[in-house]
């Protein structure tokens, strides 16, 4: 096969990953009385957990953020611009939040494990907001996490070298670590405050959905 094809066969499998997670959220809309800008999938059999390295080498789960509310993106360092486009979102996000811009964890998770060692993730994520916190794996770790989030990924050769191919949305937590929202690379800060605005509402049942 050729380069070409092999290129277009990974762009086709990434549209369809990106069609299946808009139809999960679709379903999600239909059950939720809440509106956001991003996509609700709320109650979604995925994005459950994970079981990540810190830049010092702790092991990281959604267990130790509760009472924050994390956005999480997948991405690696040497990205060209889907990664520092969303990092930048995310760090213009919550200076605009304010006061309660410090409920808001970002996480980045490197799809690039073999060249984004701890060091890297640390002084790479520093670059946008000293708060944001970079989590790594080895290759099995890395693949078994992003199975559970659906997030695409995939090597592509460049001669001497090589890129990520890689899906480009972000995930939204809830303060008791449950996934509620996926955002579109094209979301605005706007949208995206005022998404988070809504879920740190007192009133913003997680259980509303059900009745």
């Known amino acids: 096969m050729t380069i070409s094809g092999t290129r277009s066969l990974a762009t ?7 069609a299946g997670l808009l139809v999960l959220a679709a379903c999600g809309q239909e059950r939720s009385t809440g509106k956001f800008f991003g996509s609700d ?15 010092d080498g702790h092991e990281r789960s959604l267990a130790d953020f509760r009472g924050k509310y994390v956005v999480m993106f997948f991405g690696y360092t040497q990205c060209p611009d889907a990664c520092p486009t969303a990092l930048a979102r995310a760090a213009a996000v919550r200076a605009q939040l304010g006061p309660d811009g410090t409920k808001v964890q970002v996480i980045f998770v490197t799809v690039d494990p073999e060249r984004d060692t701890g060091t890297l993730m640390r002084e790479y994520t520093n670059a946008f907001d000293p708060s944001f916190l970079g ?9 078994k ?16 070298s090589y890129t990520m191919d890689h899906s480009a949305l972000t995930y939204v937590f ?9 955002w ?10 005022s998404d988070l605005r809504a879920l740190m509402k007192p009133n913003h049942s997680f259980w509303r959905w059900f009745s």
């Open 135 to 143: 989590l790594r794996s080895d290759l099995a770790g890395t693949r």
């Open 12 to 18: 086709l499998a990434r549209l369809l990953l990106l």
């Open 174 to 182: 809830d303060s008791q670590g449950r996934l509620r929202l996926i």
């Open 145 to 160: 996490v992003a199975d559970e989030f659906r997030v695409y990924y995939q090597k592509v050769s460049t001669g001497s």
């Open 184 to 193: 579109r690379p094209d979301q605005t800060v706007d949208e995206c405050v």
């Open 41 to 55: 999938v709320t109650g979604s059999a995925f994005g459950r957990d994970f079981q990540l390295l810190d830049p």
